[in-house]
């Protein structure tokens, strides 16, 4: 595969990582660059890993990816969705349950939006190509439009206030569903 087919698809595996970030942006008010960095460490991390792990299951699994992949995703970010909306309705004062960084939750992310990727390394094992040069572009596109999807979060949540993080829920729900209609064939973009 080309390096222009390779960055595309880097990129659309980082879109999930970057609507996250996104919603992690305007959520966590503190957000320190040190979690940043642990948030694209691991979500970039995850996008390299899934790929390897897919390449090597091969064509064994690749039906049950099919099958529970979508369903996996769609249960963890409807899960997280779901909590940061209650979160968001029930004030703590001064600080937000919400507004604090945790290693469980990153990775229940992480793994949330690089299920796609173990499928794109199943594939590159149908194809039989080599995955080393992939996962690495794939990992640091990641690990950028996380930052990124960051940073640009903590700006639009500064200008429009504490109840974006109920939209914050909402789009982490509505990613699920996208991955789950996807996964299905019912929908495809």
């Given at each position: 595969m080309d390096f222009i087919s390779t960055l595309l698809i880097a990129i659309a595996l980082a879109m999930d990582a970057f609507s996250v970030s996104l919603t992690k942006g305007f959520t966590m008010k503190n957000i320190t660059k040190t979690q940043i960095l642990w948030f694209a460490t691991f979500f970039g991390g995850f996008?390299?890993?899934?790929p390897v792990i897919g390449w090597f299951a091969g064509v064994q699994l690749e039906w049950i990816i099919s099958t529970f992949a979508p369903w996996v995703a769609f249960i963890l970010l409807a899960l997280i969705g779901c909590?940061?909306?209650?979160?968001?309705?029930?004030?703590?004062?001064?600080?937000?349950?919400?507004?604090?960084?945790?290693f469980k939750e990153l990775t229940l992310l992480a793994i949330a939006t690089s299920i796609?990727?173990?499928?794109?390394?199943?594939t590159y094992a149908v194809l039989q190509t080599s995955i080393l040069i992939p996962v690495i572009i794939i990992g640091i596109v990641a690990f950028l439009f996380?930052?990124?999807?960051?940073?640009?979060?903590?700006?639009i949540g500064n200008y429009f206030g504490d109840k974006f993080e109920i939209l914050g829920g909402v789009i982490l729900i509505l990613l699920?569903?996208?991955?789950?209609?996807?996964?299905?064939?019912?929908?495809?973009?």
């Open positions: 996008q390299i890993m899934m909590n940061m909306i209650r979160e968001s309705l029930t004030e703590d004062d001064d600080i937000k349950k919400d507004d604090k960084f945790s796609d990727a173990f499928a794109v390394g199943v996380t930052i990124v999807g960051i940073y640009l979060g903590k700006k699920g569903l996208k991955i789950l209609l996807e996964g299905l064939g019912i929908l495809v973009l």
